[in-house]
Structure formats: structure tokens, C-alpha cells
């Protein structure tokens, strides 16, 4: 499925749903279990503060539209993430296995399978920088910083976890802010 087609598809879903709904108050960590890593509030963001660990959504997600808003805060190296339809870690790592929309030096907005060129020229710099990740089905596509980065094809499992990922000792420190969802209906 070509790219502009897949964008099209999730304007189309979008326009005909409900109205999003925020994942951060802007004041508490409510609704998000930390695993293996500090967070905290600081004017109205999410900093991931320090370790190697996640963020994890208390609900799990099928089909959505995801929106945030995130920031690296180190000028050298940066590298978080967020995941989507994540289960629990395994092996050796501290994070999900399952899908990760990178937020590493470098390939910002890229995620395996895709190519990430695209996505990568999309980033900002020492700024805030806008993902919009939609997930319909087995298909995901990521508008970043307003403009269609990629699509990609077979993603499953069909429902898990949002996660955002701290990897700080190596990655520094990250903020995000106006985290939005919302759901699709599944398809029939």
C-alpha cells in the first residue's frame, strides 16, 4: 500500500471518530505504571529523569490514533522511544519487545521495517518535535512534525501496551507533553 493512501485512510478514520483523550494531566503520573526507571512532572511535561526502563499506558490499545509532543533534552546523544502494542519485556533488555518508533540520534521517527530517511530528515533539533502515530489493523503510519514520515505493514499482535522509553544513562534525558488517544474501531 503506498504511503499517501495509508495517510489518507487514517485522516478518513480520524475525521469520522470520537474526540481524543489526554493521557497526562499535566500535573501526575496517573494512568502510567513507571518500570525500571525515575519520571517526574516538571512544568506540565514528562521527564524521563533517569535508568533504563519505560513508561508503560495501565490500558492496552488495539487500533488508534496516538499524538505527542517530545523533546530531547541532551545536545550530543539522545535515544527514547515509544512503543505500541507492547507486551512485557523479555531477555536481556529492559523494554518491550514489540514495536518501537525510535527516538535515537539519528533515526529519529524511524522504526524497523520502514524506511527512515524520510523520518529522520523530519526532525527538529532542540525543540519540541510532534508525532502522530496511527495504528489500524496491521497497518502504522507516522505523521512527524506534520508531515507523512512512513507506513508499515504487518503489526501484531493485534492489542498491547503504549510505552514511552527511558534509556537515560546512555540516551539522556527526554520531556513529553500533550499525549492524546484515541481509539478506532476495530475493524470489521
Not at 43 to 57: E, H
Request: hydrophobic share 40%; proline share 5%; net charge neutral.
Amino acid at each position: 500500500m503506498r504511503l499517501a493512501g495509508v495517510m489518507v485512510l487514517a485522516a478518513a478514520l480520524v475525521a469520522c471518530a470520537a474526540e481524543p483523550v489526554s493521557l497526562f494531566d499535566g500535573k501526575t503520573l496517573a494512568g502510567w505504571k513507571v518500570v525500571t526507571c525515575e519520571a517526574e512532572v516538571v512544568d506540565g511535561a514528562i521527564l524521563l529523569k533517569a535508568g533504563n526502563g519505560y513508561l508503560q499506558a495501565e490500558k492496552e490499545y488495539a487500533d488508534f490514533v496516538f499524538e505527542c509532543e517530545w523533546k530531547a533534552l541532551s545536545t550530543n546523544m539522545w535515544d527514547s522511544g515509544v512503543y505500541f502494542r507492547a507486551g512485557e519485556p523479555q531477555g536481556k533488555f529492559p523494554w518491550p519487545k514489540e514495536h518501537q518508533v525510535n527516538m535515537r540520534k539519528g533515526q529519529e521517527g524511524s522504526i524497523h521495517g520502514a524506511d527512515r530517511a524520510k523520518a529522520v530528515s523530519l526532525y527538529k533539533p532542540g525543540e519540541w518535535n510532534h508525532f502522530k502515530l496511527t495504528v489500524k489493523g496491521q497497518t502504522a503510519s507516522l505523521e512527524f512534525n506534520g508531515e507523512p514520515a512512513w507506513a508499515r505493514q504487518g503489526i501484531v499482535p493485534a492489542k498491547g501496551h503504549l510505552c514511552l522509553q527511558a534509556e537515560v544513562p546512555n540516551g539522556g534525558q527526554f520531556l513529553f507533553r500533550k499525549l492524546t488517544i484515541l481509539e478506532l474501531e476495530p475493524e470489521k
